[in-house]
């Protein structure tokens, strides 16, 4: 997968995106009003967004992503805010040994790029490892309803004035995943447009598999739906899931 292109578009498609309200559900659920003193590992980072705003809530944070695109924007982004995080380019299949985090955050629905259940539970693992005692592991994934009905058969379409793009979704191979082809038309320095093309696939896994996952490593399991303290319906669209590392 390409994310050379959409790594400079990223943070113009995801304006709106609800980075508030992850900060909250993770406050929540540490029963905090701030994270100081918090060491928070976000995987799948991105462009910095996230690091941002964990930073200014007082957290010593780290960011790991797959892609350097998406990294080197992230770190552009956190000098112009004043601190210098530790990014690191790596799989969350494959995390090395990073040190040891309170929290490790994994949001934004990253976890739904890995295709393989396999792949699932070896980032379960490696995430594991990097906790402290009683450390914390946060995610959220789509629900199997958002893919199937919400995502699969769909376009959607936007012009943002300087980008504009066509998203069209398509059932993939596996149960319960997806393929988006992204078509972007991005304006250059002469005001012409240039066309980009990338396939993002995703998939995820019912509910009751991911708590067996993480069973297996952690406790103190909640599962709650669309950023509300609610368990997930039929109709939920985000899933969100905190467990604690087993003692």
Not at 66 to 80: G, N, P, V
Not at 85 to 103: A, C, N, R, Y
Not at 201 to 222: A, M, S
Request: with cysteine.
């Amino acid at each position: 997968m390409n994310y050379q292109a959409f790594a400079t578009l990223y943070d113009t498609l995801m304006a709106d995106a609800p980075y508030g309200e992850w900060i909250h559900f993770l406050n929540k659920q540490l029963n905090v009003t701030n994270l100081e003193g918090q060491r928070i590992l976000d995987v799948g980072c991105g462009t910095g967004e996230l690091l941002v705003r964990l930073k200014q809530q007082g957290a010593d944070v780290t960011g790991v992503d797959l892609s350097a695109e998406m990294l080197t924007i992230a770190k552009e982004k956190c000098e112009q805010y004043g601190f210098s995080p530790l990014l690191i380019q790596q799989s969350m299949t494959d995390l090395e040994d990073l040190g040891q985090f309170d929290v490790v955050t994994l949001f934004c629905d990253s976890l739904n790029y890995l295709e393989t259940e396999q792949d699932v539970v070896k980032t379960f693992e490696c995430i594991n490892k990097l906790l402290k005692k009683g450390g914390y592991l946060l995610f959220d994934v789509h629900s199997v309803s958002k893919i199937e009905n919400g995502f699969i058969g769909q376009t959607f379409a936007e012009d943002a004035g300087e980008v504009a793009y066509i998203w069209t979704s398509f059932e993939g191979v596996a149960p319960h995943s997806v393929e988006h082809e992204l078509t972007f038309f991005v304006q250059n320095e002469s005001h012409h447009y240039e066309k980009k093309f990338e396939l993002h696939k995703q998939r995820t896994f019912p509910v009751e598999q991911y708590k067996k996952w993480l069973q297996k490593g952690y406790d103190d399991i909640t599962v709650q739906a669309d950023f509300t303290s609610f368990a997930p319906t039929a109709e939920s669209e985000r899933i969100f899931f905190s467990c604690r590392k087993k003692d």
